[in-house]
């Protein structure tokens, strides 16, 4: 099932005061979502601004979406993305989200994919995603800017997480990025459907989307209502 979510965009920092006033983003994560593989479903949610992918998701999937959406793909590596297809990836998709702010539909994004990978494993920990969150901060910091949207694999200590797995927990570093930047909305996989109370939380404004399978997601701006004569 394609999980659906409309927000309101109005009044919030966006990357230009002259950009659109709709953007849809399918998101994807973890998951093959069955119902993309037909085209009649794939009609039905059009148009699709930007195909976001949250990880572990092959390679030749999210070029797949890329493809029959005619949109932009951006995403974030997730822990079991590695090996064999990921090898070759660079004939399929584009780099994934590190670091900096990225430009699509008129939004801006910053991408979190797994922090650590050591010995070809990809092992849970923390101390690097402190490093990888003040890293992202930092360059953020200086150049005076602040994402729209932003991609993890995992989310944010506390907020879509499983608290009793230790390996699914999220990582606080996550959490102190999030209240830090502030954006409009934070998707993220890596929590079961099955595991998560809620697909949607709030953390002090922002928006978190647990987007594993599939979420489309619209960021809507009203117009302004002209002054007074």
Same mark, same amino acid.
């Given at each position: 099932?394609?999980?659906? =979510?409309?927000?309101?965009?109005?009044?919030?920092?966006?990357?230009?005061?002259?950009?659109?006033?709709?953007?849809? *983003?399918?998101?994807?994560?973890?998951?093959?979502?069955?119902? *993309?593989?037909?085209? &009649?479903?794939? #009609? !039905?949610?059009?148009?699709?601004?930007?195909?976001?992918?949250? +990880?572990?998701?092959?390679?030749?999937?999210?070029?797949?979406? %890329?493809? !029959?959406?005619?949109?932009? @793909?951006?995403?974030?590596? %997730?822990?079991?993305?590695? +090996?064999?297809?990921?090898?070759?990836?660079? #004939?399929?998709?584009?780099?994934?989200?590190?670091?900096?702010?990225?430009?699509? !539909? %008129? =939004?801006?994004? !910053? +991408?979190?994919?797994?922090?650590?990978? &050591?010995? %070809?494993?990809?092992?849970?920990?923390?101390?690097?995603?402190? #490093? #990888?969150?003040?890293?992202?901060?930092? &360059?953020?910091?200086?150049? +005076?800017?602040?994402?729209?949207?932003?991609?993890?694999?995992?989310?944010?200590?506390?907020?879509?997480?499983?608290?009793?797995?230790?390996?699914?927990?999220?990582?606080?570093?996550?959490?102190?990025?999030?209240?830090?930047?502030?954006?409009?909305?934070?998707?993220?996989?890596?929590?079961?459907?099955?595991?998560?109370?809620?697909?949607?939380?709030? *953390?002090?404004?922002?928006?978190?989307?647990?987007?594993?399978?599939?979420?489309?997601?619209? @960021?809507?701006?009203?117009?302004?209502?002209?002054?007074?004569?």
């Amino acid at each position: 099932m394609i999980r659906r =979510l409309t927000l309101d965009w109005s009044g919030r920092r966006s990357s230009g005061s002259s950009g659109p006033t709709s953007v849809r *983003l399918l998101a994807v994560s973890d998951e093959r979502e069955a119902a *993309l593989e037909e085209i &009649r479903n794939r #009609q !039905a949610i059009e148009p699709v601004d930007v195909i976001v992918g949250c +990880g572990d998701l092959e390679p030749d999937y999210l070029s797949f979406l %890329g493809d !029959a959406f005619r949109a932009p @793909l951006l995403y974030v590596r %997730g822990n079991h993305d590695q +090996g064999g297809a990921w090898d070759a990836a660079h #004939q399929e998709v584009p780099e994934p989200l590190a670091g900096g702010l990225h430009e699509a !539909a %008129g =939004l801006s994004f !910053a +991408g979190l994919g797994w922090p650590s990978r &050591r010995h %070809g494993r990809a092992e849970r920990d923390d101390t690097s995603a402190w #490093q #990888q969150a003040i890293s992202v901060y930092l &360059r953020l910091r200086l150049r +005076g800017a602040r994402p729209d949207v932003v991609l993890s694999h995992v989310p944010p200590r506390g907020v879509g997480d499983i608290p009793a797995d230790p390996y699914h927990r999220g990582f606080a570093a996550y959490r102190w990025l999030c209240r830090r930047l502030s954006p409009v909305l934070w998707l993220h996989g890596h929590t079961t459907m099955a595991a998560a109370k809620h697909w949607r939380t709030e *953390l002090d404004g922002t928006t978190l989307v647990n987007v594993t399978g599939a979420a489309l997601i619209e @960021l809507q701006r009203r117009p302004r209502s002209p002054g007074p004569a």
